[in-house]
T-cell receptor
Framework: EAGVAQSPRYKIIEKRQSVAFWCNPI?????LYWYQQILGQGPKLLIQ????????DSQLPKDRFSAERLKGVDSTLKIQPAKLEDSAVYLC??????????????FGPGTRLLVL | QKEVEQNSGPLSVPEGAIASLNCTYS??????FFWYRQYSGKSPELIMF????GDKEDGRFTAQLNKASQYVSLLIRDSQPSDSATYLC??????????FGPGTSLSVIP
């Protein structure tokens, strides 16, 4: 079974530029998550989708971050314009929906973003 | 109070010893608890999942859950240098949200 795929693996941009990350979840996983992990910290949820609907985006900085999952499969996370503090690893995870308390998340390799 | 807290590291243990990693959580109604291992520069990898009070064993790993004390731990027996990593505790809360702790860095000294 293929795991969660993400691209690109690394990205370096200057502040105020825009950037986009792509994620393809494990086949059959209806729930998709985007996390931000700053060095030395645990992952922080940015947005959670179930199929193509948003379940939770309470911690997404909506003035600069956007995400979509139009066909309920792969997803794109965009930052525009980027700030220095956006330098982090952006992790995508997926899980089977409707598994209740046993629902477990599987992570992709992440995209390491450096904003200069 | 932070929602999920872990013992501050780094934690160093000699090879062959037992490593004990601790996690406390604030939401008393939390449903399930996860331990992830994260090697430097890599993504988190699920190693244990527990939802009932008591112990759950998987090879050299034992997860212990005490809901009354709002405490979950991970024991690693016969620690190996390959166990050196950051261990993340994650909690599925009563409002069905998964919250990660800050992680504990473990170093196993040969």
């Amino acid at each position: 079974e293929a795991g969660v795929a993400q691209s690109p693996r690394y990205k370096i941009i200057e502040k105020r530029q825009s950037v986009a990350f792509w994620c393809n979840p494990i086949s059959g996983h209806a729930t998709l998550y985007w996390y931000q992990q700053i060095l030395g910290q645990g992952p922080k949820l940015l947005i959670q989708f179930q199929n193509n609907g948003v379940v939770d985006d309470s911690q997404l900085p909506k003035d600069r971050f956007s995400a979509e999952r139009l066909k309920g499969v792969d997803s794109t996370l965009k930052i525009q314009p980027a700030k220095l503090e956006d330098s982090a690893v952006y992790l995508c995870a997926s899980s089977l929906a409707n598994a209740g308390y046993q629902e477990t998340q599987y992570f992709g390799p992440g995209t390491r973003l450096l904003v200069l | 109070q932070k929602e999920v807290e872990q013992n501050s590291g780094p934690l160093s243990v000699p090879e062959g010893a037992i490593a004990s990693l601790n996690c406390t959580y604030s939401d008393r109604g939390s449903q399930s608890f996860f331990w992830y291992r994260q090697y430097s520069g890599k993504s988190p990898e699920l190693i244990m999942f527990i939802y009932s009070n008591g112990d759950k064993e998987d090879g050299r790993f034992t997860a212990q859950l005490n809901k009354a004390s709002q405490y979950v731990s991970l024991l690693i027996r016969d620690s190996q240098p390959s166990d050196s990593a950051t261990y993340l505790c994650a909690v599925r809360t009563s409002y069905d949200k998964v919250i990660f702790g800050p992680g504990t860095s473990l170093s196993v000294i040969p």
